[in-house]
């Protein structure tokens, strides 16, 4: 299995466009989730999905912020428009949910996203 | 709610010197343990885990024992080498259904 896969695997762009990430979660996974990495506040959670459907976006900074899962096989996080504040890793995972409490997390190789 | 703290990096080590990573926990319930590690340009795997108090979880020469009563799970190897230099975290997962809580990570860099 190729693993999770994450497009692009780096970005930079300008202050006020629109960023979107991309995930390819591996093949028979149930559950996605999208984290951010910063050196200030380290893994964040962001928003998960459980069979594309999503189940916790608490993490969401806020309404520029937007994600979502039209099949099992793909997943974007959408940033419009794009601050730099906004610069950070941003992971992928998957794991299957087999309702017990979620084990194992694989994660993508993240996008740097940088925001000037 | 459930979270989880670990002790500030970097650590810096000599090549076989013994380690030690804190992390302690808040959580309700009786939650899952874990410890991923990060290496350089690459995304988080799974270290150990253990899943009930007083388990100890092991990988790779690393341990890590499940205390409830202190509500703690250090990270823990006797001689740790040069290619062990990644970021460290500690999560924990509590109810069914929910998301992995991450700590903030401890960067360890060993040297020959």
């Known amino acids: 299995d190729a693993g999770v896969i994450q497009s692009p695997r780096h970005e930079v762009t300008e202050m006020g466009q629109e960023v979107t990430l991309r995930c390819k979660p591996i093949?028979?996974?149930?559950?996605l989730f999208w984290y951010r990495q910063t050196m200030m506040r380290g893994l964040e959670l962001l928003i998960y999905f459980n069979n594309n459907v999503p189940i916790d976006d608490s993490g969401m900074p806020e309404d520029r912020f937007s994600a979502k899962m039209p099949n099992a096989s793909f997943s974007t996080l959408k940033i419009q428009p794009s601050e730099p504040r906004d610069s950070a890793v941003y992971f992928c995972?998957?794991?299957?949910?087999?309702?017990?409490?979620?084990?194992?997390?694989?994660f993508g190789s993240g996008t740097q996203l940088s925001v000037l | 709610g459930n979270s989880v703290t670990q002790m500030e990096g970097p650590v810096t080590l000599s090549e076989e010197a013994f380690l030690t990573i804190n992390c302690t926990y808040t959580a309700t319930g009786y939650p899952s343990l874990f410890w991923y590690v990060q290496y350089p340009g690459e995304g988080l795997q799974l270290l150990l885990k253990?899943?009930?108090?007083?388990d100890k979880g092991s990988n790779k020469g690393f341990e890590a024992t499940y205390r409830k009563e202190t509500t703690s799970f250090h990270l823990e190897k006797g001689s740790v080498q040069v290619s062990d230099s990644a970021v460290y975290f500690c999560?924990?997962?509590?109810?069914?259904?929910?998301?992995?809580?991450f700590g903030k990570g401890t960067t360890l860099s060993v040297s020959s």
């Open positions: 253990a899943t009930k108090a007083d």
């Open positions: 995972a998957s794991s299957l949910l087999g309702g017990r409490p979620n084990e194992k997390l694989f």
């Open positions: 093949s028979g996974h149930n559950s």
């Open positions: 999560a924990l997962s509590g109810q069914a259904g929910t998301a992995l809580i």
